[in-house]
């Protein structure tokens, strides 16, 4: 018997809390103007302290994604969750979420990969379900940014794009030939690695009696560090390879395309990639003026706001691509 995997239930969650540039303005040395014109955003969400939590946040998503997947709660026999805000340094949101739904005591991973996390998990749970060793996985993507991120006017250039929310998928076992996701592809480039990252906390950062000692709050390694002219010039060249790469496994054309969900780093990065294989506005769906960059829960939370509004449907080709930090990147093709 041939399995195969699909996705039976989306769900998202993103804080009420909205934050516009005009809010991000009277913090630091910015403007709506600057920011629409170079990234699309208009508004954000951050948590609400004490109100939510990454883990949190996974598991109103995923409760919405299992009701609507019809799969029962005993029957999740994996989780996948994708994050670079864990609540803990360890252990992994993963198992918070095994607690939290009150699952069995199925096994539950951590996916480190950024902008790509949600890529990269729907990937292994695709894996699992193919060789039969799992029947319905439960896929989150999930961030807190806000609590992390430089308000001065020295972070300006990373903190007024990235915001908070998540998104989760159940992903289960079919048999129909041709339908569900027909491949994933990963790549990674290391040597990049610096160009997007936080590098405290860190085992290689720093001797935790050395925090201690001289925590100095000024530290810029605490906040993240993007070179973004860099980040934004190879996201638009490996965006277009690996969903090229995708279109070829499958020996489909850009033409097949139904719907593209382009991980939503900026705009202006969604809009090249629509120019450049020429597709209309239909079949390219962007929600980062309402959410900005919210790295790996970005994926899910559009899929699923495109799936609501009926923009996905049976037999439609749909199309996820990410990059970031890593730098990694990656695409997967699916036949809804
Ligand atoms: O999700 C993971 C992958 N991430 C990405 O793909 C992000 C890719 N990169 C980008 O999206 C863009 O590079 C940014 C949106 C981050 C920045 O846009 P940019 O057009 O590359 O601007 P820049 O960094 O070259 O900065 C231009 C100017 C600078 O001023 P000077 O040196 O020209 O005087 C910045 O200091 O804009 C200034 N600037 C700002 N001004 C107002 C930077 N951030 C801000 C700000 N408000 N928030």
């Given at each position: 018997m041939k399995y195969h995997s699909k996705i039976s239930g989306l769900g998202y969650y993103v804080p009420d809390n909205i934050v516009t540039n005009d809010d991000l303005s009277k913090k630091m040395d910015t403007n709506d103007e600057w920011i629409q014109e170079r990234t699309g955003i208009q508004e954000r969400r951050?948590?609400?302290?004490?109100?939510?939590?990454?883990?949190?946040?996974?598991?109103?998503?995923?409760?919405?994604?299992?009701?609507?997947?019809?799969?029962?709660?005993?029957?999740?026999?994996?989780?996948?969750?994708?994050?670079?805000?864990?609540?803990?340094?360890?252990?992994?949101?993963?198992?918070?979420?095994?607690?939290?739904?009150?699952?069995?005591?199925?096994?539950?991973?951590?996916?480190?990969?950024?902008?790509?996390?949600?890529?990269?998990?729907?990937?292994?749970?695709?894996?699992?379900?193919?060789?039969?060793?799992?029947?319905?996985?439960?896929?989150?993507?999930?961030?807190?940014?806000?609590?992390?991120?430089?308000?001065t006017t020295r972070g300006r250039g990373v903190s007024v794009i990235f915001g908070d929310g998540a998104g989760a998928a159940v992903l289960s076992r079919t048999e129909e030939e041709g339908k569900g996701i027909l491949s994933t592809h990963l790549h990674s480039e290391g040597q990049h690695a610096e160009e997007l990252a936080l590098q405290a906390p860190g085992m290689g950062k720093r001797w935790v009696t050395d925090i201690i000692a001289d925590n100095d709050p000024n530290d810029e390694s605490y906040y993240p560090y993007m070179n973004g002219?860099?980040?934004?010039?190879?996201?638009?060249?490996?965006?277009?390879?690996?969903?090229?790469?995708?279109?070829?496994?499958?020996?489909?054309?850009?033409?097949?395309?139904?719907?593209?969900?382009?991980?939503?780093?900026?705009?202006?990065?969604?809009?090249?990639?629509?120019?450049?294989?020429?597709?209309?506005?239909?079949?390219?769906?962007?929600?980062?003026?309402?959410?900005?960059?919210?790295?790996?829960?970005?994926?899910?939370?559009?899929?699923?706001?495109?799936?609501e509004k009926g923009k996905i449907k049976e037999g439609d080709l749909v199309v996820l691509a990410a990059f970031g930090s890593g730098f990694t990147w990656g695409s997967v093709i699916i036949r809804w």
């Open positions: 951050h948590i609400i302290r004490g109100e939510d939590t990454t883990t949190s946040m996974g598991v109103k998503a995923a409760k919405i994604a299992i009701e609507r997947s019809g799969v029962s709660k005993e029957d999740i026999d994996f989780v996948i969750f994708a994050t670079l805000s864990p609540d803990y340094y360890f252990p992994g949101p993963g198992v918070l979420v095994q607690r939290d739904l009150g699952l069995k005591t199925v096994g539950a991973l951590d996916v480190r990969n950024q902008c790509s996390g949600f890529v990269y998990a729907v990937s292994v749970a695709d894996q699992f379900i193919k060789t039969g060793m799992y029947k319905n996985i439960l896929v989150i993507g999930s961030e807190v940014h806000s609590t992390g991120l430089d308000m002219q860099f980040v934004f010039k190879n996201a638009v060249v490996r965006f277009s390879e690996v969903i090229n790469e995708g279109l070829e496994t499958n020996n489909l054309q850009v033409s097949d395309i139904n719907m593209l969900i382009p991980h939503q780093a900026n705009l202006r990065i969604s809009q090249f990639i629509q120019q450049k294989f020429k597709l209309t506005d239909d079949q390219v769906y962007n929600n980062i003026q309402k959410y900005g960059n919210t790295t790996a829960a970005s994926i899910p939370i559009a899929l699923t706001e495109a799936w």
